[in-house]
């Protein structure tokens, strides 16, 4: 690994860990508080989580515009001032629409910020693609973490409230943002139009050094890749791209709901909220540890056994979640949803360039995040569940159920194949064109 592709790896996982730490796992915390000063409901309360998740998915193809057309800096310092706005703008909040504003405009400085620019970069850096994005996973996730202690750091000093916190957050992603932008577009790579590759021949991935040098033969790896870059639709078309964005979708709705729904709901059931804090630190943390070890195993295993475990852990996670309050059988939802947390967004992440390529994974990889803004419906209508049975139960046995499905389908789901990829497996890194053609017959592979 050359100094830059480090720094920038580093660079990338900051950005990340400080933007989950400013945006949805601190929310979910300030959220009590302004809930109390402000006289929401918390249908209203949980509207304005879901316009955050709404904005951060529905604008997923606005940061690939961007990195097209100006490049990965311009994307990174634009991302950068926008979260500084939306965040000061969070901190000066006295109405709802001011809420959702500010909630809207965080959402899409997070996609500027987060997985698609560090994907796009990450993955023409690296050959071994999965363990750098496990890394780059695992650093980001210490901002859900972080993020409930530092609110609490901030609210346990005397004078302080959750303006002042929104404050201090809007002045730090700012310098960050914009320092990020910087050091990314020292390759001149990222400073550019990333629109210049689709024009260009695709060619060989150069092998790193030390793996030119060996004279043996490579093992044949269990990890299957495509050898060939497929197009945008012929990629779109297959089961195997939806069963993906199901599982995303998946995740992302649970991700969502129980990190701004779990500790309100644990405090109606009796538990404190110091205790129910600590499960969501708990369940972040869990996450970390399984993303590092899943980057490492995706170059080992197929990552849609990863995928398998994760989807299962997250179902049994909520369905505890909703049943219990307990404090050691809650340890059950913290760890469940901590691995489905940690793992499910990785493995997506990982088979989407696996079975479709590099050279489009911008494209489809924003699509797959679109889902986000259907997911982040998960606090709103966990809210109204709330206003109407008293409790959110209800909603977290929903989110075990839809888990449920989705782990059926990738249980039953193989690499997709066209005429040109049925001949022969790939084990390597992509080689050959995109052909651009339209979708040709897929047909599954066989277990």
Known sequence: MSPLAGGHLATLSTLDMLISAATFSSLGIVLPHMVAELEWSWSQAGL???????????SSLFPTLVIRKLGVRIALILGGLLMALGLFT?????????YFIAAAICGVAYQMLGTIPSTFVISRHFKNRSTALGLYFTIGGFGNVIGPWMVMAVLSVEGQVWRDYWVYQSLLLLATGVAGGLIIGLDKRFSQPAERELQEPATPAKPEPALAAESTPAKPSRVYISPIDWGVKQAMRTPQYKILVAAYFANLMALVTVTSLSVGHLVERGV??????AMLSLEAFIAVLTRIAGGFLGERIDPRYLMVVSLAATSIGCAVLATSDSHSILLIYAIGTGIGFGLTALSCTV???????QRHNLELFSSMCLVGAASALGPTIGGVIRDLTG???LMFLILSAVAAIVWVAVVMMRAPQTDETSGAESTGPNTAPDTGRDAPAIAERTA
């Open 48 to 58: 304005g989580f879901t316009i955050l998740g709404a904005a951060c998915g529905g």
């Open 90 to 98: 969070m901190s000066t909040v006295n109405n709802l629409l001011q």
């Open 272 to 277: 404190s909220s110091e205790v129910a804090g």
């Open 351 to 357: 088979l989407m360039m696996n079975y479709f390529g």
């Open 391 to 393: 409790n959110f139960v």
